[in-house]
């Protein structure tokens, strides 16, 4: 598998899937990586901490936390599974932020992806979803509930549409701004299908626009932003080699023949054509999934920056 | 593959594909199936007719006539190649039409899919391209040109969003609306990636609603109709289960291991976990190919019921 | 004003309306026509009843009930309010219906207007945002929970986008589906600016659509259809004429100065250019607007058509 | 007139309706105010320029040109005009221009206004049809037709959708990716409704985002930007005060009445109800207007941008 992701430049989104493919069938602990896990009555969460150059270089990820949210499959949008997993939203946001945020702190949010690409589209879905109150706090404050922190959002559309690169536009926002938290929403690739609609991602480490399509770009993180950056993402995709690649492996285990890595990688390759490492599997309902997903991250999120306020009342505020 | 095919309940969309799942390694001659190929200077036109119930049963497709047309890939929006295919359309037309339209006569066209659904929109997107005359025929002659047909467009949507079979709501339009022609257009799924945006197909056979997805149901074709019914599709996606598949099947091939057909049905449905068969895998660019296939559907369209009308002047009737 | 009328070809949607134009400043009952007002603690609901044909000629409407629930200014969305409303439709919808119901029959909503059109969406995003069993009820009845009964819903759009009067595409369905009910939701004009979106019309008498826009055509009503039809509108526009036209008229009142009705008319429509009745006023929110109105005609629809079922499981079925 | 526009803090979008309107019926010159006019076969083209800081103070407007493009009624879309009124928009560029751009500069293109709401996404379907090139000229320079120059392009949104001032979002980008020229188009209001999608003005003077609703905020010009900035609008919309108080003027001239204009506008205020300034006349077809206009100004500014390249060809990097 680590040949087919270099073979396609591919990227290992989610942190329990880097920990699965270094720890391979061993299942051995990984040095400099920590890791916790919950079970709550319908979702799991599991924390992974990397926390030195040494587990950076193997995990292929930065130091930092990342909370991953597991649901049952298909099953976010069951009434009392997104119950639990809004309230494990807000528990995420509090552990992540660390008390970096106070009260009245201004905070921008951020929807990465294309809106025009049903599986892109969750980030531009958050922000849709979410309440937006800095324009109040500026020019109507009796509009806000007392209480309420000025926050702004923006979908700043993906380099093939804008020509932008999404440092570029949040870079000049964030200078502008000058928020003291960014929360950035993306969506994201994951190793093995069933993952798809069933697992959020919540990291302060932040992201990397694009890094999913092998072009390396400046990421949005504190480092090259200067405030702190949760990251929060969803796998709405597989990447098609890796797919075909897993049926390859499985076969020869199943089938008791030889596997040859590099062949299968080859093979994959021929099959995937001019299109490469480009080709992405998604269910059929996947806009459904976006739908459903966005909005529970966007009440999560919400009710982590405007704690006390009814959802109810929050919507009010959503555009 | 034809195993599983079965075993995932998937649909051979194109009728050059079934033929070569049919021949297989052979290349030999279909009976009852005639096949005639022209080379254009970009494009490829192969003309597949279906003569005999055998055949049908062979080809796991009705009586009729399917012309394919293929581009070079990623070629399909190149201003050359497009002028090509929108000519290769007009022509097929006429042939699928043998003359049972007059120059007067209503057409209705029909865009299936799913408008949420960005692989799932080629339909409607070719509803929004095409000019649309029967209301200004109806209360306002004088804004057509001379000899502009009436022509009438709806996108029904899917099952899934209306709780409507696609058969009730254009049976119901055309009872009342009595058109001479249907031109029905659909995202068809493809057992080859690179068939992906760069193939049309065009039947005088009709077509069958949610075919791809394995739920049988009333077909739009001239024998539930009562009238011509043009079917135009261009391949969208391909089942990931046939992708992973063929790399289980190169890979044997390629590393010179036993091909165990049953097995590798078996491996793949293990690797696509609880989404089966309704996985898709679809290019990256998927918009963009949405996009440049629905509007070179129209304007061909468009020529073939607009004859002798610039393309300039059409596009002022579309919405 | 009832020159203007005529003289733009306008439509008076709201039965309240149609009786102050009537009454004018006399403010005395007519002939024919009853009326009820109810005063709930945020909302006002009044329930006018056109009883013979002389009334019908009178009012301009036809034989029917006719409930108008007005909420206070801007306050439609307030989490009150919206409570009452709802509770209000479902109300309304108990009395229009008249035990006409059975709880497993089959229910077709209808959403007129131009989904492109930002204050004609009001129809489209009301089916948005119902919830949709009635496939479920065929492939799938697990998946519903017990009790609910079958419901599909189209928005059939515009004569001006498809090229087909609505008329013929419901029709057909209706023929093809054979609901039980029809509740066709649609955006009304209203003569007074402060109507828009504080004012929800509910009637049995059916709709005619572009019947505002001087086009008289098939209306979809009981009996051109064959089953009862409940039609919902809110006020989204209101005609430039009559807002022109207003204000001559309450300045010549104020300023003392003689109203003469026919220059008036005049006057405006000189003002209005080549456009003439074809203008809309809508406030800049408008967009806002139809969003919640759109949410609440579709809560309080679903709530009457799934009693005992909870707004977040019907939430589920919505697409 | 000017009264009206005090009491709803109305902005004059328009240069030629400023002019109108300081002239009254005198029809006289005004002093530091140049005016040109040029009649082409199908449109007019009227060039004023506020050259000092009196004639700023007499037109509101700041000092610098404004090309009013203006097409015969409802003819924008016709096949002739369209292609007179894209000579004029590269034309105007051109004089605006004034050879401040080299031939390999960086422009970014900026679309203002509400994507969700019709008469205000005028900016935002610009972005959409034009031409983005910046990406392929960092990362895949062969991808681009020799000579063409790198563009890229964001709509920002709107206020009340982000929480962020359009300055806030444009400064920060300028900074970063340091065009050398930004073309911001957005829609205007007008003070007459013949106006609506029948004209276009270009200027160098940049633009005051939300200037029309009241709130002076940031402007994106030279001065703010440190670039030259080319502004180009379209009316969309009038407002339903500036409506209603020319009824009231024309039919007091009419009828022979006493005009009094304090009066006039408190008889329109009352009929505006609560919604006061913010209620906009658009004609029903206006969904049509934006998209034909939008394009008509994507297609100008590109064969400005790009010269010697076809139309093809550059739809072909539209988005």
Known sequence: MNDLIKHFNLNVDLAVEARDLVRGDTGQEIQGVEEQVEQMEHIKITTITIKDPQAVQIMGKPIGTYVTIESPPLKINDPYVKDEIIEAIVKSMEILLNKRLSPQDTV?????GNWHATADALGPKFIEYSPITRHYAQYAP???VEGMRPVSAIAPGV??????ETYEVVKGIVDNVKPALLVVVDALAAQNVERIGNTIQMSNTGIQPGAGIGNAREALNEDSLGIPVVAIGCPTIVNAAIIAHQAVQRYC???????NDAQA????????SFFGGSLQVTPKEIDDIIENTSRIIAMGVAQSLFPGISSEQLELYAT
Chains 1, 2, 3, 4 share one sequence.
């Open 265 to 272: 990688s080859n093979s994959v390759k021929e099959v995937l």
């Open 253 to 259: 285990r199943e089938e008791g023949a030889f596997f």
């Open 142 to 144: 009796e509009a806000l």
């Open 108 to 112: 921008l949010l951020i929807g990465l």
């Open 159 to 164: 380099l093939g549409i804008t020509g932008l």
